[in-house]
């Protein structure tokens, strides 16, 4: 499976580098993530922050606009034990996600002037696209009552939403801080629906650090 995602990442990057103009980013994400559902307390799930990884491919289609390749790895985690024992519901998901986003760079600008000389940059940038999330989850009831069975789903479309800034540091180096969240459509993120809030889609969120090496 694992090689499949690698193929469909080279890909698309292989088709959009055809179209560039200006730079490409290739690197690595460290960062967070979290989950929004029915095993969540709050919004932001802060209790139940994990670490994720990925890697990113970015390219500029003009210094404004980029076309951004991600393969994301990370767990989502969740328990109901400290505030609804009688349901007694804990779970963690681990989550692999493939996505393209096009980004808008308002204040984009090209890295090399005419004469070649390099300009250190940053731009702030907004990114949306579509993508799919591949889960594993394990779900666990230790609760009293009666719990009926869920779906199972393997794979889910999200759509990533993103922002983000960019750092232009050297000729070959270039950063990113970013985070953003992914809507599912569905209620089996976490592997509960029927037996929490049927009506409520689950959401994810994910941020971190980028480091690229830029040419």
């Keep these: 499976m694992m090689k499949n995602y690698l193929i469909l990442l080279l890909t698309i990057a292989t088709i959009t580098s055809l179209k560039s103009q200006s730079d490409h980013d290739l690197g690595v994400n460290l960062g967070l993530i979290t989950y929004q ?33 991600g393969l994301n790895f990370g767990k989502i ?16 998901n681990k989550l692999v996600e493939v996505a393209l986003q096009a980004e808008w760079h ?42 009926k069975t869920e779906e199972d789903t393997g ?33 089996l993120l976490d592997g509960v629906s029927e037996n929490g809030n049927a009506d409520a889609d689950d959401w994810y969120l994910l941020g971190g650090l980028g480091i690229l090496y830029t040419w």
Aim: without cysteine.
């Design 37 to 69: 559902g029915d095993l969540s307390q709050s919004a932001i799930n802060a209790g139940q922050l994990n670490f994720s990884t990925g890697v990113q491919y970015r390219n500029f289609l003009s210094p404004k606009i980029a076309l951004k390749t």
């Design 77 to 92: 985690s969740g328990s109901d034990l400290d505030y609804n024992i009688s349901r007694g519901i804990t779970m963690e």
């Design 106 to 147: 308002p204040l984009g600008q090209k890295s090399f002037e005419e004469s070649g000389r390099f300009v250190r940059n940053f731009s702030p940038f907004v990114g949306l696209g579509l993508g799919m999330v591949f889960t594993n989850e394990t779900v666990n009831y230790s609760g009293d009552g009666t719990f």
């Design 155 to 187: 794979s889910l479309i999200v759509v990533p939403i993103d922002l983000g800034i960019r750092f232009a540091i050297s000729p070959n180096v270039s950063a990113t801080l970013h985070g953003g969240t992914r809507a599912t459509f569905s209620d």
